[in-house]
C-alpha cells in the first residue's frame, strides 16, 4: 500500500482515484498517521455472489437435525 500525505492527496485526487479504481489501495497521511485510505470499489455483483456461495457452504457443514426434532425443539432445549 503506498501512502502520501494530505496535502499531496488534495493536489492529485483525480490521479490517486484513478489508480484506486484499476486496484491499488492508497493510504492518506495527516502528520505523518495514517488518517484515510482510497481503496477500488468492490462489484455489488461480485459481493452478493461470495455472499451466497459462503451461505451455501455452511449450509453444507451444518447437519441435519434429528428425525422427529424442530427448531423450536432446540430453542426450548436451549432455554432450559
Not at 461480485?46 to 457443514?61: L, M, P, Y
Request: glycine residues 8%; charged residues 35%; without cysteine.
Amino acid at each position: 500500500m503506498k501512502t502520501v500525505g494530505l496535502f499531496e492527496a488534495k493536489q492529485k485526487l483525480s490521479e490517486l482515484v484513478e489508480r484506486a479504481s484499476e486496484g491499488e489501495e492508497i493510504g492518506i497521511t495527516r502528520r505523518g498517521k495514517l488518517a484515510a485510505m482510497i481503496t477500488p470499489v468492490r462489484s455489488r455483483s461480485a459481493s452478493v455472489e461470495e455472499a451466497f456461495a459462503r451461505i451455501e457452504r455452511i449450509r453444507q457443514q451444518v447437519k441435519p437435525l434429528p428425525k422427529g426434532m424442530t427448531t423450536k425443539d432446540l430453542i426450548e432445549e436451549g432455554r432450559r
